[in-house]
C-alpha cells in the first residue's frame, strides 16, 4: 500500500451506519416530499396489509411501499404495468442501505385509469351507504349567506356573483378559497369545507369550479373530498364542470348542479328574493285585517238594522267614518299599524258598545214589537187599535194593548 | 316548548301561518288582532335582518383568533 492511501485512511474512517446516516440525512432534507409518475411493477400486496412494489420507467427504478393505513384509502386497485402517481416522502432504509419511496397517496394516470378509478371509488361509496337520499340535507328556501367553495380568481365565482345578485340582490355570498386543481387540489378543499363548517355562517355552500379535462376535476373525484361533504353540516351543491361532466362529489351532495352558475341557481332559486317574500306576506297580513275591519262594520250596520228603532244618524255616520278610518290606517305602513290598531279597537268597542240596544234602553229608549210574531215595529202600518205589542226596556218588558193609532201628522187610521 | 330562538325560515314559515290564519275569517277579533300584531312584529323583525345583509361579497379568512371576512372583489376576466 502505498504511503498515500494509508494517510487517507487514518484521516477519516467512519462507520457504516455514520455514513448511511449522513445520506439519509442528505436525501431526506432535501425531498422531504415528491410526487412521482411511474410504472407499477413487482407489486405484492403482503398479509400484513400493506404494499410493496416498484416505480419504474424506461431508466429507473424506485423501491416504494405503502403501508396499510395509507393504502386503505385508494381509490382503485394497483396492478403491475399501471401507470400511477404517487405521492410520498423519501427514506432511507438504514438496515439494508436503500433508499425507498413512502407513498401516501396514489392514483391511477391516464383516461382509461382515471376512469376505472371512478368507478372504483363508486362503487365503494355507494356500497357504503354515501350515495343514500337520506343522507340528502334540503336547501334553504331563502338562503341569507351562500358560500362558494372554489378559487377566487377562477370563473366559477364570478359566475355565480353574477346569478345570485340577478336573483337575490340582498344575499350574502361568502368565498372560502381553495385551490380546484391539481395535487394539493383535494386537500385544499377539504380544508375550505371543514372551515365553512367550522365558521358556521352559511346557510347553502356551492363547492365546485369551471369545466376542465378530466385531470383538471379530478379532485372532485377523490374520496377524502366525497368524505367531507358527506360529512358537512352546511347543506352543499356541487357544482363541477360542464353540464357532462359528473363527478363522485356530485353523487355525495345534498344536490348537484350541472354549473356553478346552475348551482348558484339552485342555492337561490327562482322567487327566493327574500325580501319581496316578506313585503308580499306583510301586505297580505294588512289585507286580511282590513277585511276583518270591513267586516266588523258590517256587522255594526246590521246591529243598527237589526232591532225595533233607529239610532240618531250621527252615530251611524260617525261609526262609519271610523271603520273608514281603522281601513285607511291598515293600509298605511307596518310601523305605524301596530299603534293604530289598538286605536282601532277601542274604538270599535265603543261603537258596538253605543249600538247595543241595551246601552240605549238604560237612556230611556225601548224597542217595540208586534205579538203574536214579535216581528219589530217600525211602523204604524205594523200594527191596529186594539192589537197587541210587546215593549222592551233595560230590566224587563211590557205586554200591551193599543188603544189608538195615528201616524206623525197627527191623523187617526 | 322550549323557547329557542327561531331560524329565520322558521320565523317565516311562522309569519306565512299567521297571514293564512288571518285571512281563513275565522278567527274572533281579539285573536284576529293578536294574529296580527304578531305577525307585523315578524315582519318588521324580518325586515331588519335583511336590511343588515346588504348583499355584500366576502372572502373568509382564518387567523389567531378565528375566522374574519374581508371584503372580496372577483378577478377581472381575463
Not at chain 1, 356541487?238 to 344536490?255: L, N
Not at chain 2, 348583499?55 to 376576466?77: C, I, N, Q, S
Amino acid at each position: 500500500m502505498s504511503e498515500e492511501l494509508l494517510q487517507d485512511e487514518t484521516r477519516q474512517v467512519r462507520s457504516v451506519s455514520e455514513v448511511t446516516g449522513m445520506v439519509k440525512n442528505v436525501l431526506e432534507s432535501s425531498l422531504p416530499s415528491v410526487w412521482v409518475e411511474g410504472e407499477l411493477s413487482n407489486f405484492k400486496h403482503h398479509s400484513s396489509g400493506h404494499m410493496y412494489f416498484t416505480l419504474k420507467d424506461d431508466k429507473s427504478a424506485l423501491p416504494s411501499l405503502m403501508f396499510k393505513f395509507a393504502n386503505q384509502k385508494l381509490a382503485f386497485r394497483p396492478d403491475n404495468g399501471m401507470r400511477v402517481v404517487a405521492w410520498g416522502r423519501i427514506k432511507v432504509y438504514e438496515p439494508q442501505g436503500r433508499y425507498q419511496l413512502y407513498v401516501e397517496r396514489m392514483r391511477p394516470s391516464g383516461i382509461g385509469a382515471l376512469a376505472q378509478a371512478f368507478e372504483d371509488l363508486k362503487k365503494r361509496l355507494a356500497d357504503e351507504g354515501l350515495f343514500d337520499p337520506e343522507h340528502r340535507k334540503p336547501l334553504p328556501e331563502f338562503p341569507r349567506v351562500v358560500a362558494v367553495v372554489t378559487s377566487p380568481t377562477g370563473a366559477a365565482v364570478r359566475d355565480v356573483i353574477r346569478v345570485v345578485r340577478a336573483r337575490a340582490p340582498m344575499t350574502e355570498i361568502v368565498v372560502i378559497p381553495s385551490v380546484v386543481q391539481g395535487a394539493d387540489a383535494a386537500p385544499s378543499i377539504v380544508r375550505a369545507i371543514q372551515a365553512l363548517d367550522a365558521w358556521g355562517g352559511a346557510d347553502v355552500a356551492i363547492v365546485g369550479r369551471g369545466g376542465g379535462s378530466l385531470e383538471d376535476l379530478w379532485a372532485f373525484n377523490e374520496e377524502a373530498v366525497a368524505r367531507a361533504i358527506h360529512a358537512a353540516r352546511t347543506p352543499i351543491i356541487s357544482a363541477v364542470g360542464h353540464e357532462v361532466d359528473v363527478t363522485i362529489a356530485d353523487f355525495v351532495a345534498d344536490a348537484r348542479a350541472a354549473t356553478p352558475s346552475n348551482g348558484a341557481e339552485l342555492a337561490v332559486r327562482e322567487g327566493a328574493d327574500v325580501s319581496r317574500r316578506v313585503e308580499a306576506l306583510d301586505r297580505r297580513l294588512s289585507g286580511a285585517m282590513r277585511g276583518m275591519l270591513a267586516g266588523l262594520s258590517d256587522h255594526v250596520e246590521r246591529l243598527h238594522t237589526a232591532y225595533a228603532f233607529k239610532l240618531p244618524r250621527e252615530i251611524i255616520e260617525r261609526s262609519a267614518q271610523r271603520v273608514d278610518e281603522a281601513t285607511r290606517r291598515a293600509s298605511s305602513s307596518v310601523a305605524q299599524l301596530v299603534a293604530a290598531r289598538r286605536a282601532e279597537v277601542a274604538r270599535h268597542e265603543t261603537a258596538l258598545r253605543l249600538s247595543d240596544p241595551r246601552g240605549i234602553m238604560a237612556r230611556g229608549y225601548a224597542a217595540v214589537s208586534v205579538l203574536p210574531a214579535s216581528k219589530p215595529l217600525r211602523s204604524v202600518d205594523d200594527v191596529e187599535a186594539g192589537g197587541e205589542v210587546r215593549v222592551t226596556v233595560a230590566d224587563g218588558r211590557l205586554d200591551c194593548s193599543v188603544l189608538r193609532v195615528s201616524d206623525s201628522d197627527g191623523r187617526t187610521s | 316548548m322550549s323557547k329557542k330562538k327561531l331560524t329565520f325560515e322558521e320565523e317565516l314559515a311562522r309569519l306565512e301561518e299567521l297571514v293564512e290564519r288571518l285571512e281563513s275569517g275565522e278567527l274572533g277579533l281579539e285573536e284576529s288582532l293578536s294574529t296580527f300584531e304578531e305577525g307585523t312584529k315578524i315582519a318588521r323583525g324580518l325586515v331588519k335582518v335583511l336590511e343588515k345583509a346588504e348583499g355584500r361579497v366576502a372572502k373568509l379568512t382564518e387567523d389567531a383568533d378565528g375566522f374574519v371576512l374581508e371584503p372580496f372583489e372577483p378577478a377581472e376576466e381575463a
